[in-house]
Nanobody, 116 residues
Framework: VQLQASGGGLVQAGGSLKLSCAAS????????MGWYRQAPGKQRELVAS???????NYVDSVKGRFTISRDNAKNTMYLQMDSLKPEDTAVYYC???????????WGQGTQVTVSS
C-alpha cells in the first residue's frame, strides 16, 4: 500500500493550493484518511480527516479555509486550501487507516510555503 502526496508549493498569503493524495489501492479499504502537517520545530498535527461515510473533521485553525474530500473513483484524497496564511507553512503528509487490519499508512510529505 502506497500513498503519494503532491501539490505543494510556494504561494503568497491569501492564495490557494490543492493537495492530492493518490493511493495504490482502492480507498474504500481506508475507513479514515487525513492530512497532517509539521512545521519546523513543532509537532505533527492533524489538519483534517474524512471518513468513509464522508464525515469530516478540521482543526480549528483551518475551519472555513480548508476543505478535505475523497474521490473513490480516482482513489485519491484532496485538501483544498484557500486563504492561506504564513502560519500554514509546513510539510503536509497524507495518512490512511485501513478498515480490516487497522494499519496506518503515510505518504511522503509535500512542502507548503506561504509567504507574507
Amino acid at each position: 500500500v502506497q500513498l503519494q502526496a503532491s501539490g505543494g508549493g510556494l504561494v503568497q498569503a491569501g492564495g490557494s493550493l490543492k493537495l492530492s493524495c493518490a493511493a495504490s489501492v482502492s480507498i474504500f479499504r481506508f475507513n479514515v484518511m487525513g492530512w497532517y502537517r509539521q512545521a519546523p520545530g513543532k509537532q505533527r498535527e492533524l489538519v483534517a480527516s474524512v471518513s468513509s461515510d464522508g464525515s469530516t473533521n478540521y482543526v480549528d485553525s483551518v475551519k472555513g479555509r480548508f476543505t478535505i474530500s475523497r474521490d473513490n473513483a480516482k482513489n485519491t484524497m484532496y485538501l483544498q486550501m484557500d486563504s492561506l496564511k504564513p502560519e500554514d507553512t509546513a510539510v503536509y503528509y497524507c495518512n490512511g487507516r485501513m478498515v480490516i487490519s487497522g494499519l496506518t499508512y503515510w505518504g511522503q510529505g509535500t512542502q507548503v510555503t506561504v509567504s507574507s
